[in-house]
């Protein structure tokens, strides 16, 4: 699966907050990240905070989200180089400096780079992924991409040959796989809705055992 790096410029106001939580969370769906939706949401919106905070609302800011290796990175660019993140000493009742903690908390690392005319302060979050185009799902999910990249129109060129499916391409393509399964089965005087039955009990089976 290809991931491939996007940028939202946003307004740095309070109600824009949840808004860019949903973008990530869409995102990270898109992407088959569900596990890290949480931390990255929790890290969009301290990052945001903290430029309303500390360079002010208003700020013309932008959300860059990419992959790093396995690990997840998301940046948060705006124009003031002066006002830089700190990290809050755990036993301060300060509340500068907060944020930060929390992302510290969360995050694999973070940092912030400094160019001409902005600031990216920026965390990478772990994904769980063992490869960087890899999948969650493990080997039935790496099969299941294989043969779903044998059906016309779902194998696209991509980074180390990998297979990048559209959601809405690979849905199309689930169907033709069943439907192909289901005449394999009927021309074999199969029973398809007994085998049916007994790969929902299977699958089931399996995900018991993997949450």
């Not at 992407?31 to 929790?42: F, K, M």
């Not at 309303?52 to 998301?74: E, N």
């Amino acid at each position: 699966m290809s991931r491939k790096p996007w940028e939202l410029d946003f307004t740095a106001e309070p109600e824009e907050v949840a808004g860019l939580r949903r973008v990530m969370r869409l995102h990270l769906r898109i992407w088959g990240l569900h596990g890290v939706t949480d931390e990255a949401q929790l890290c969009v919106s301290e990052l945001v905070s903290n430029v309303i905070k500390h360079v002010g609302s208003g700020t013309p800011a932008t959300l860059a989200v990419s992959m790093r290796g396995i690990h997840l990175r998301i940046e948060v660019h705006d124009p003031d180089t002066r006002a830089l993140p700190t990290l809050a000493d755990t036993d301060s009742d300060a509340e500068a400096g907060r944020g930060m903690a929390l992302i510290d908390a969360v995050a694999v690392r973070w940092g912030v780079e400094l160019h001409a005319d902005r600031k990216a302060t920026w965390c990478e979050l772990a994904t769980g992924l063992a490869v960087p185009n890899g999948h969650l799902g493990g080997a039935s999910v790496t099969r299941a991409e294989a043969l779903l990249g044998l059906y016309p129109g779902t194998r696209l060129s991509g980074e180390s040959g990998t297979s990048r499916l559209g959601s809405t391409i690979a849905e199309e393509a689930v169907i033709d796989v069943v439907t192909d399964l289901l005449h394999w089965l009927r021309a074999h005087g199969c029973d398809s809705d007994e085998i049916i039955d007994r790969a929902q009990r299977h699958f089931d089976a399996q995900t018991e055992r993997t949450a």
